[in-house]
């Protein structure tokens, strides 16, 4: 009887803390997905409105809104490569956007509005890069090995303990089954939230590429 209750306190503590564990690794990888999602919402924003700005601004500007919209479908195509090559990969210069902030810089504003306008674009390209940069440098939350390594051996312990003092049966080893496949679900809810741009659950480029219609 004594073995039995140094057992359940024991395995007791171990699911107390695998339970921490696991809820603070999840809130962790949620809010790196929810960063991650706020920055691409935010670059989707600052396309719409820098178009927006440019068509008030004049049909001088036309020629730089056609040069942003051939530019939208090359930037995902990169921006993704870059999240799934992850931590090994290397930032691209993209020289297409480097040169839309020369067109918008090198427009030549003629009255107050326009100056007003330009001030704006500027601004807004500038937001743009920064959060391109931010989006880049925003590491994967991703769980070391040697850490899950160790999770899972408590899981095991906890797992074990639940038919120590109990003979096995049709019902232990499909309830065991069943806390099994929970406990893994949510380790791999952990590691799909802490890639955003792979796996099942991540971030369609759709939005980005269909920001801008046709003028």
């Not at 930037?75 to 090994?88: N, P, T, V």
């Not at 040169?99 to 704006?120: G, M």
């Not at 920064?130 to 440098?137: N, T």
């Not at 939350?141 to 095991?156: D, E, G, K």
Request: glycine content about 6%; aromatic content about 8%; hydrophobic content about 50%.
């Amino acid at each position: 009887e004594h073995v039995k209750d140094v057992v359940r306190l024991g395995v007791g503590l171990i699911a107390t803390i695998a339970a921490l564990v696991l809820g603070l690794l999840i809130a962790a990888a949620k809010g790196s997905f929810d960063t991650q999602t706020s920055h691409l919402r935010q670059i989707t924003a600052n396309l719409i409105l820098l178009d927006n700005i440019l068509a008030q601004y004049g049909p001088e500007a036309r020629p730089v809104r056609e040069q942003i919209r051939s530019t939208v479908g090359p930037f995902a195509d990169r921006l993704w490569r870059e999240k799934q090559a992850g931590q090994s990969g290397t930032f691209e210069t993209d020289g297409t956007a480097e040169q839309v902030h020369l067109e918008i810089q090198k427009l030549s504003p003629h009255d107050d509005v326009q100056r007003s306008l330009h001030s704006r674009a500027v601004q807004v390209s500038n937001d743009l890069a920064q959060v391109r940069f931010l989006l880049f440098v925003e590491s994967e939350n991703l769980i070391p090995i040697p850490f899950l390594a160790i999770l899972a051996f408590w899981l095991m312990i906890i797992f074990t303990s639940f038919s120590l003092f109990s003979p096995l049966n049709v019902t232990v080893v499909t309830c065991l089954f069943l806390f099994a496949l929970s406990a893994a679900c949510a380790i791999f809810l952990i590691l799909e939230l802490s890639r955003p741009f792979t796996g099942l659950m991540s971030l369609s480029s759709v939005p980005l590429r269909n920001a801008l219609g046709t003028i």
